[in-house]
Every structure is written in C-alpha cells, then in structure tokens.
C-alpha cells in the first residue's frame, strides 16, 4: 500500500514508450530537416527592366549565399542554436570592384570594413581582412597585379593593404608610421600591368602619385586648379592599354584623359543634371575598346562614352530594384560584363553587353 501511495503521478518509463517517443523525434527531425532552408535576402529575378538596347541585366550579389548557395538545413540549425551569424558575409556599402583572371570579384566594402572575395566557378566565399594591430577603417578601391596580388586602398588609414592572390595579407605601401603616410588620402587606383606602375589618387593632396610595384614613389602628377592636368578632389582612375590615364576630376565636374607620363590630352563633363553632365562623378572603368564608364553617384546612373568624349548611352534611375540604384560608387568592366557597386543598395548589379552590340562606340 505504501509503494503504490509513493509512485503515483509518476511518469511510466518503460523501454516501449521510450522507443515510441525516440522515434517521434527522428520523425519531426526529419520533417524539419527536408523542407526548405530559410532565405535570407533573394537575388532579384529577371523582370523586364528598362535598359538600352545595347545591355541587359544579369543580377546582383548581396552576399556569399548568393555564390556558396544558402547552407544546409542542419547547419543552419547549428548556427541558430549557437548564435552564430553571416552578416559579416553581406554586402554593406561596397565601393571598388576587381574581377581577376580566374574570375573571382573582390569588392571593397567601405561600411563593413572589409574586402569580399567571391568565386562563383567554385562556389566559394573568403573576406579579406587588414591586421589586428592595423584595420581596414575605410577601404575604397581594389586593384590586381600580374602575379594576383590584391591591392586596397583605405581612405582613413592613407595606405594601401597587398594581399597575396589567396587572400594573405602580405605589407602595405606609404605608411610611414602608425599614423603617417606618404598619402593623404587614398583614394582611387590603379595597375599598369605592362609597364609595372601603380597609380593612386590622393584626394587631398589632389594629384595623382605614381609608385613601382614595390612601393618606390617615381612621380607625382598635378596639383589643385581648374586648367588642363590640375585637380579638384579626384576620386578614381583607370589605366589604358596603351597606358595613359582617365580620372574622375570631381570637383571639377569633368573627366581628365592623361598621357601615360602625366601630360594632359583631353577631358570632357561640365556640372549639370543632363545627359553628358556630371553632379558626384565617383566610379570609372575602361573596356576593351577604350571607352569609358562613368558613375555619378548623386544621379544614380552610369554614363557611356567613347574615347573622343561622345556620349554612347547611359543606364540607371534612383531606386532599389533591378537596373535601379541608390548612390552607385564604383565600377569594372571584364570582357563585355558590367559591374556597379550599388552603395546604399548594399549590392553589386551585373550587366552584359548584347552579343550583338559589339563596340558600343563604333560607327558613332
């Protein structure tokens, strides 16, 4: 009588109705398991998009999902019951774009403090980061060299971060002490590869500062003014093949077009809202027929010309979906792709010249 008055209330745990529960977890494991993985943000579907003839709209990248694909259901549990997060893995504000050889698309990300590096053939996702004792506070602009390092550019830092082709941090180029440069700040730049020059835009000290690739400067190129080869805040620079420069002269509301040894040639752009026009000119990029890709950040489109200074077409309108933008910062064009990093957007957009546009420039 005393043994039954003890045990009751108590659970019956018998072998049979620990076997029956054992199995009612595996089932609802499985069921959890096989359906489908949360998203995070989608990539954009192909809607009609208003675009000239000569483009069409590929996509966007946000993150590294958009590359790697979303994680497995199980890891994406383990990552919820630890706390874990790929947040570090989203685009925030990015900024220069480099594809290299191996088709790998390293964007700065000015906001996030870091370089993504994204390799779509293998599905694979690495960020690149300066060292602890030295941190990226502001990168900018990306640049490779023949062998695949990686160079970057930080604004607040007033120097450049080298990377080996794998993503190893390797030196960096005008520090002069924890907090002294050769620079003053760091914008824009870019690598001969042919002729082994690095070209850097320093903003304040607008002019352009020519380095070997080991770091040795050799020249300094203009000095603050509105006439022919003078600058007024430049931001950014491309190389041409036969080796001659165009920079984004922003306050001066124009594009300069130098000889590779600094001399003016030409220029064009004047401050406006019109096509031609520029108000925040920030991104430029060259394709293989020389002509030039041009952001204006505060228009929200990317503006076309061929080398003579001829407004091609023009692309782009303030909003958030695709071939829309929202304050665009920096450009590359690899073969016949474009790519626009689209700031406050937080993405990169994708464009493919039409396999029938050819020289957008010829004929013009």
């Known amino acids: ?12 745990h018998t072998p049979k109705k620990l076997l029956g529960l054992g199995l009612a977890c595996l089932l609802a494991l499985a069921i959890f398991l096989a359906l489908p993985v949360p998203r995070g943000q989608a990539n954009d579907q192909r809607p009609a998009v208003n675009l000239p003839l000569q483009l069409e709209w590929v996509g966007t990248v946000r993150s590294a999902a958009d590359v790697t694909g979303n994680p497995s259901r199980l890891k994406w549990l383990f990552r919820k019951i630890m706390g874990t997060s790929d947040s570090e893995k989203t685009l925030n504000m990015p900024y220069g774009i480099a594809i290299d050889r191996q088709g790998r698309m390293l964007v700065a990300d000015t906001k996030g403090r870091v370089v993504h590096l994204f390799d779509p053939a293998k599905r694979k996702y690495k960020v690149l980061r300066a060292p602890d004792s030295d941190p990226f506070l502001a990168p ?5 060299d023949p062998q695949g390092n990686i160079y970057v550019s930080d604004s607040m830092r007033s ?10 941090f390797k030196r960096t180029i005008g520090a002069l002490g924890k907090n002294e440069s050769i620079f003053k700040r760091c914008t824009g730049i870019a690598i001969d590869a042919q002729r082994g020059r690095l070209y850097v835009v320093d903003t304040v000290a607008m002019n352009i500062v020519v380095l070997d690739l080991n770091g040795k400067v050799i020249q300094r190129i203009g000095h603050r003014g509105a006439d022919a080869g003078e600058f007024n805040y430049p931001t950014q620079i491309s190389v041409a093949q036969d080796g001659s420069l165009w920079v984004t002269d922003s306050l001066n509301f124009r594009v300069q077009h130098l000889s590779a040894d600094g001399k003016p040639v030409s220029g064009f752009g004047r401050l406006g809202d019109g096509v031609g026009e520029f108000d925040k000119a920030k991104g430029i990029a060259l394709d293989e027929h020389n002509n030039i890709y041009l952001v204006d950040g505060m228009r929200d489109r990317v503006q076309v010309f061929s080398p003579e200074g001829r407004l091609l077409f023009f692309f782009g309108t303030t909003g958030a979906g695709p071939g829309e933008f929202f304050l665009p910062t920096g450009i590359t064009v690899d073969h016949s792709r474009i790519y626009v990093g689209d700031g406050y957007n937080r993405r990169v957009q994708i464009f493919q010249l039409r396999a029938n546009a050819g020289n957008p420039g010829a004929g013009q």
């Open 159 to 168: 120097r450049l971060f080298v990377f080996n082709a794998e993503g190893k």
């Open 140 to 144: 900018i602009a990306v640049a490779l």
């Open 1 to 12: 009588m005393h043994s039954e008055t003890c045990c009751a209330g108590k659970p019956d």
